[in-house]
């Protein structure tokens, strides 16, 4: 697990020009966003986890990984549907892991080819796969290739983080969450990676 090399100089400077940023890093200062896992491996716990709870989806994938231990796309790519449905996968899930698959073996997704390329472009790419939307798209840019500067706008939680640290509980748009994070950039994940913290004691992993 690794902490981003930018990590106490995004603190310093986010403290330095919003309070409540301030309040957040000086509260949560032993902790800090930390990357796990391969791409592929990430991406595919990511659709094992659509829809279903935290609990259930660690159960559910500690199936997969019993039954391919070596978790890459040829695998899954060559697994049997019949397999993967002994699991707990849906047929859907199915499918979208086998997608990724493809996308890996086939449409050249890989963190090589993703070096220098901007985070647009990237969700572009993941936005292609079955299963994928922009919101996974952007977690998988926060957590797993630590880009510093994500903003997930259909984030949940950082909607009712925003709210409660900024709006005095009203409710937030989304040209607000811009409007409010103009001074968080270039480090608007971890910005974010704080009010995600501040709704929920344990350190947001992905």
Request: net charge neutral; aromatic share 8%; hydrophobic share 45%.
């Amino acid at each position: 697990m690794m902490t981003p090399a930018y990590w106490k100089q995004a603190n310093r400077e986010l403290a330095a020009c919003d309070k409540v940023m301030s309040h957040l890093i000086q509260r949560y200062e032993d902790a800090s966003l930390v990357s796990r896992d391969c791409a592929f491996t990430t991406l595919a716990r990511s659709i094992v986890g659509q829809q279903i709870s935290v609990k259930a989806a660690e159960s559910v994938w500690q199936k997969v990984i019993g039954v391919i231990p070596d978790m890459a796309p040829h695998t899954i790519a060559a697994a049997g549907r019949d397999l993967l449905r002994t699991c707990g996968l849906s047929a859907r899930k199915i499918s979208y892991l086998q997608d990724l698959s493809r996308h890996f073996i086939e449409e050249g997704l890989n963190e090589i080819n993703w070096i220098g390329v901007d985070d647009e472009t990237i969700i572009k790419q993941l936005t292609k796969v079955k299963g994928i939307g922009r919101w996974t798209a952007e977690m998988f840019l926060i957590f797993h290739l630590q880009r510093p500067d994500v903003l997930p706008l259909d984030d949940i939680g950082l909607q009712r983080a925003i709210s409660q640290h900024y709006l005095d509980k009203q409710p937030v748009s989304k040209i607000t969450m811009l409007e409010l994070a103009k001074p968080w950039q270039p480090w608007r994940s971890v910005a974010t990676w704080y009010l995600w913290r501040s709704l929920d004691p344990l350190p947001v992993a992905y």
